[in-house]
């Protein structure tokens, strides 16, 4: 298994407070993703990295940022928490982007009451 | 821009019975395919993938093939075990475009 760790597993938060989720890999690889599941979407990207401090938004990525200050690590911040963003998160990575295949971490469960 | 579409679920088979989860897609070029699995509880895990036309991906008794002339990559296993219960997905990704894009997912659930 690709060495990935999301924290923390489970969260619950209140409107209007800000919080950050962190993905961290041992596998050295260049990309890093940040993808929400909901029911009937399936996965969609919020933003990715191709490299330390390169970034990118995705297709959801109103009211989310990121910042990757090193190579294993991406952070995932919601600055103003809303009830629509309750949802799993998954990290992902892949070693050169494109259609290369992309590793999943265990995910986090995100409440916002 | 790219699309997959996969089929409804749930689905509900007996053990050993023949399992097909239909996959076509929409996109441009020559894309990638994928199958992933998600066991409850847990992130998505790579099952099998393809890269080009007529390529078929195999892993853990699963198949499917890259049909570029109906644009599907249906998942297909001989005889389902009840550890293959679990949510299903089909993806893409695609030159110059970073994100996978997924269908909905087909929630598969096999009884004794």
């Known amino acids: 298994d690709a060495g990935i760790t999301q924290s923390p597993r489970h969260k619950v938060t209140e409107t209007g407070t800000p919080v950050t989720l962190r993905c961290h890999q041992t596998e050295n690889h260049r990309y890093m993703y940040w993808y929400r599941q909901d029911p009937g979407h399936g996965l969609r990207l919020i933003h990715y990295s191709y490299g330390v401090k390169d970034t990118d938004k995705g297709e959801v990525s109103d009211g989310y940022s990121v910042s990757r200050s090193k190579t294993e690590d991406f952070l995932l911040t919601l600055e103003s928490a809303t009830s629509s963003q309750t949802s799993v998160y998954f990290c992902a990575i892949s070693e050169s982007g494109n259609t290369d295949t992309q590793y999943f971490g265990p995910g986090t469960r995100l409440t916002v009451l | 821009g790219d699309s997959v579409t996969q089929m409804e679920g749930p689905v509900t088979l007996s053990e050993e019975a023949f399992l097909t989860i239909n996959c076509t897609y929409t996109a441009t070029g020559y894309p990638s395919l994928f199958w992933y699995v998600q066991y409850p509880g847990e992130g998505l895990q790579l099952l099998l993938k393809?890269?080009?036309?007529?390529d078929k991906g195999s892993n853990k008794g699963f198949e499917a093939t890259y049909r570029k002339e109906t644009t599907s990559f249906h998942l297909e296993k001989g005889s389902v075990q009840v550890s293959d219960s679990a949510v299903y997905f089909c993806?893409?990704?695609?030159?110059?475009?970073?994100?996978?894009?997924f269908g909905t997912g087909t929630r598969l659930t096999i009884i004794p």
């Open positions: 393809a890269t080009k036309a007529d």
């Open positions: 993806a893409l990704s695609n030159f110059g475009n970073e994100k996978l894009t």
